[in-house]
């Protein structure tokens, strides 16, 4: 069986993954937060673990994953979202609306993702779906004096567990306080201790407690819903290094302390975060733009993929437009290379030998690249497809077989001819702009004219031409 190898966040160190249950291999990845449409760099934790999820189940079997990711649609920003629609005259009551807009924004997520080609989870529980479960590991927390009430709020103590907490971040709990900013309260036994349930007003959403009508700390809903669906350990959990602390590190403290039995998750992956054109993206830098955006001005989802995967997932990423036309261009071929191909039984062994080595995907498109040189369409359609490239239901933006350019290569091949002869080149200079313009590759030799589809072809731009 092929070995994988992961980069442990936890250990600082790239390991052999063993699974504890080779039969039920179980993955949790923090999902969004559902109060708007998600940006470019919510993408790239979601394609990261794709990609992992896509070679376990290469290495072991597809009935042999189990991926949890959450949706966590208990929140402010929603809130105050529902607020907004309230004022505005909407129908209906806030929890309503909350809902309203909770469905509406995991359907935007869903379809903006999917046209990434990414697969979609085994579990993708709603953190409202699980409050009791929440406020149970809370009580026992309580209980086991590793959290306190106080002004109708649940704190955890970080001093009850403070030899583990920090580990994973590697900073100390004093460390933290200095570099951290954390909510001073007067109802805090120690800064850094954070909430595991807060009180809700009559106009919020909120959920009945021992402690009063309120609502979930952010880090509780991850430890209760990976507990409830995968165990109290499993094998790999990640998300993006923001994550890290405190999300992370608040999610070990807590689930440690609930279930000290456990492991937890015994691999922490994390992925770097994406730039755009060599800057932070923001919108103060007026560089922020969501999927929805890209896939609105006609960039196929599998060419926001195929950059993603150029860049190993532990460096930064750097979105660019040049790199988004070269992906389109190489996938044009590509898929061109493999029309009515059937993809090899597997692919290549060099393929997945990148991917096991702690998911080298520049390696892997690099082994993709030689496919294609070598003319092996069998091997580069499988190959890809384990990528999530080249998939069927993915192709539709580069299926230019029903586009007939016969007569506009015969149109600039006449005007050619005349301008041979009388010296004018003015209309073989307007048909090449045109053709140009509307995306084509002009190629004009002894042989005749040959108009190729490049990156950002576009059908419609041509009936100005003719």
Known sequence: MTTIKLHNTRTRTKEDFVPIDPENVRMYVCGPTVYDRAHLGNARP????DVLYRLLRHVYGADHVTYVRNFTDVDDKINAT?????????????????????DETIGWYLHDMGALGTLEPNEMPRATQYIDQMIAMIEDLIVKGHAYAAEGHVLFAVDSWKEGYGKLSGRSVDDMIAGARVEVAPYKKNPMDFVLWKPSTDELPGW????????????????????????????????????MFPHHENEIAQSCCAHPQGEFARVWLHNEMLQVEGKKMSKSLGNFFTVHDLLEQGVPGEVIRFVFLQTHYRKPMDWTEKKAREAEATLRKWRALTAGVEPAASAAPAVVVALSDDLNTAGAMTELYRLASDGDAEGLLASAQLLGLLLPEMGAWADTASVDLTAHADRLANARASAMQNKDFSEVDRLKAAYIAAGLEVRMSKEGVELVPGAGFDASKLEEVL
């Open 46 to 49: 979601v394609v990261v673990f």
């Open 82 to 102: 529902a607020l907004a629609r309230k004022k505005a005259g909407a129908e209906g009551s806030l929890e309503q609306l909350v809902q309203e807009r909770s």
């Open 208 to 243: 009945d407690s021992p402690w009063g009508r309120g609502r979930p700390g952010w880090h509780i809903e991850c430890s209760a819903m990976s507990y409830e669906l995968l165990g109290e350990s499993f094998d790999i959990h990640g998300g993006g290094n923001d994550l």
